[in-house]
């Protein structure tokens, strides 16, 4: 399957994104998750450009799950400074990525359940540069390398009925992170982080999905790790911070054979401390879209999202889930 795109993130420019996707099985033959392997490249007017490779696998009738990928990444973002430089938190500076990601994860069935136990693993190699100096105290340099490497256990439950556009069930994770100097990265931190979605049918045409998203940090995470608000109309890495919760529900409506209106609505916190939560800086979102199932053997929708949040509107081309991209 050819899956072109438009990426439309204000923080990084308009551009396309693309990805050639070989599906080594359908949903019917396999009675079950398809594996998958794909390339996937794009670009955007400011600059940023992407290339990378992934394979995902679901393995011995799905009792083994695993997804692995390699990239280069050029990415030139506004940084906002937010939980690392405060003083930029209304004007940002230009911000160059220059990275290698090199991700595996592999999760295991429990017994006949739909709890997965596993592990994750990434490696980021990347090469900073801030486009103009920065005359500020916090602020040293503008030029410098940093590497990630971390270490995360999983804990996974998951009955969704379809993992491109589900229609009922539940994904449900808590994941532990931890990085440290010997691993090869520049400093000692970790993160904890939970993930709650429900897909609840109210009736033949008629679906409500909930998400929950909370992410916790510890240590010196550097500055463009700390967990950043994901969330339709958000723009990417302005609402930073050590910590960040977000929630939101969607409506998804059948209103003739393969076409569906989805309407969805969020809010998101990014905050240093508990103590400081209601002090963090949010947002909020609302939005309406459409989908068309693009591929029966699959069970994948395909459509636009329209989100107007509180200080920006965006538009999406969205492939299968919004959530789980």
Excluded: C
Excluded at 152 to 170: C, E, H, M, Q, Y
Aim: hydrophobic content about 40%.
């Amino acid at each position: 399957m050819i899956v072109p795109s438009i990426i439309t993130e204000s923080a990084g420019g308009y551009g396309a994104l693309g990805a050639a996707v070989y599906f080594h099985s359908s949903y019917s033959a396999k009675k079950g998750p398809p594996s998958m392997t794909g390339v996937l490249g794009g670009g955007t007017q400011n600059g940023t450009w992407m290339a990378g490779a992934f394979h995902v696998g679901y393995w011995k009738r799905d009792r083994i799950r695993y997804m692995g990928a390699l990239a280069r990444t050029y990415v030139n973002i506004g940084y906002y400074g937010s939980g690392f430089i405060e003083s930029l938190a209304d004007q940002p500076v230009n911000l160059n990525l220059d990275a290698w990601l090199f991700l595996q994860q592999i999760k295991f069935r429990v017994a006949e359940t739909n709890f997965f136990i596993g592990g994750r693993y990434l490696l980021l190699d990347t090469y900073n540069t801030f486009e103009i100096p920065v005359e500020i105290p916090e602020f040293e340099g503008t030029e410098f390398s940093s590497t990630l490497s971390e270490a995360t256990a999983v804990l996974n439950f998951d009955s969704r009925n379809n993992i491109f556009s589900p229609g009922k069930g539940f994904f449900i994770e808590l994941a532990g992170t931890y990085s440290d100097t010997w691993m090869g990265s520049d400093d000692l931190y970790g993160r904890l982080a939970t993930k709650l979605i429900g897909y609840f049918p109210v009736n033949d045409k008629l679906m409500v999905g909930v998400r929950h998203e909370s992410t916790y940090s510890l240590g010196n995470i550097p500055f463009y790790a700390r967990p950043i608000v994901v969330l339709r109309g958000a723009p990417l890495m302005k609402y930073q911070d050590n910590n960040t919760t977000v929630m939101e529900a969607e409506v998804n409506w059948n209103v003739y054979k393969r076409w569906n209106l989805v309407g969805f609505t969020g809010i998101g916190n990014a905050f240093s401390d508990f103590e400081s939560f209601e002090k963090g800086k949010s947002i909020s979102s609302v939005g309406t879209g459409f989908r068309y199932l693009i591929a029966r053997k699959f069970g994948m929708q395909m459509g636009m999202d329209f989100a107007k949040s509180t200080d920006d509107f965006a538009f999406y081309i969205v492939f299968g889930t919004s959530w789980m991209r």
